[in-house]
């Protein structure tokens, strides 16, 4: 309705569209268009594989309770490691940044480049928040797949309020997942929706 103004908080998959990932995202895509130039993608492959080595480095170093390396991070979080715990785990705890980590006797060195050390805190902070959007992801491409008739009857869809039943009928989106991004259309609706489409199909001769 306003396209004029676009809003972080709107959004499609936020968590996964951040400014500390953009080159991640959009390096590889601005490569296969010719955008990207030979040092450019040396740098970039460069700083992926830093964050990789580290990671998989972080994930395998394990922290075991009442170590020195336990007493270190306890001081610095508040919070007691109760059992074998992973490096990348720690680095999600309050108060452990990846410089107090690799201080810990035993996890240093670490990395020395800074763009690399904040992409590690971010993905082991919000990991599971990101993990959790990857299945909507991967739902939303399942409600891609759920094809909405042309000409459908909203006022025969029961519990559908007056608003989404005009917007719906006012956009006529093509899927299910089309219907989602309209905006005001609820989780609710949507479960309504596909639960009437997987009715009408049944209704339907197999070749509609």
């Known amino acids: 309705d306003e396209p004029y103004r676009m809003f972080t908080s709107r959004a499609e998959y936020r968590l996964n569209l951040r400014e500390d990932n953009a ?22 492959k460069d700083r992926c594989a830093g964050i990789e080595s580290e990671r998989a480095r972080l994930t395998a170093l394990k922290v075991k309770p009442g170590s020195p390396q336990a007493k270190h991070l ?3 979080s508040g919070r007691t490691i109760a059992r074998d715990t992973s490096a990348m785990d720690l680095l999600a705890w309050p108060g452990i940044s990846y410089q107090v980590l690799i201080k810990a006797e ?12 904040l992409q590690l805190e971010v993905q082991a902070r919000y990991r599971g928040y990101i993990e959790r959007q990857k299945q909507e992801i991967a739902q939303a491409d399942v409600h891609d797949a759920i094809k909405m008739p042309a000409i459908l009857d909203y006022a025969a ?3 559908l309020s007056n608003e989404v039943r005009e917007k719906l009928t006012r956009i006529k989106p093509g899927t299910l997942a089309q219907a989602g991004r309209i905006p ?4 609710a609706a949507l479960s309504l929706l596909r639960v009437y489409l997987k009715k009408l199909r049944r209704t339907l001769p197999k070749s509609a």
């Not at 080159?23 to 970039?44: C, E, H, I, N, Y």
């Open 23 to 44: 080159d991640l995202r959009l390096t590889p895509k601005g490569r296969a268009l010719g955008l990207v130039g030979a040092r450019r993608w040396s740098m970039f």
């Open 74 to 76: 306890e001081h610095a």
């Open 106 to 117: 035993g996890l240093g060195p670490g990395v020395e480049r800074d763009d690399i050390a």
């Open 157 to 159: 869809i029961k519990g």
């Open 184 to 187: 005001g259309i609820t989780p």
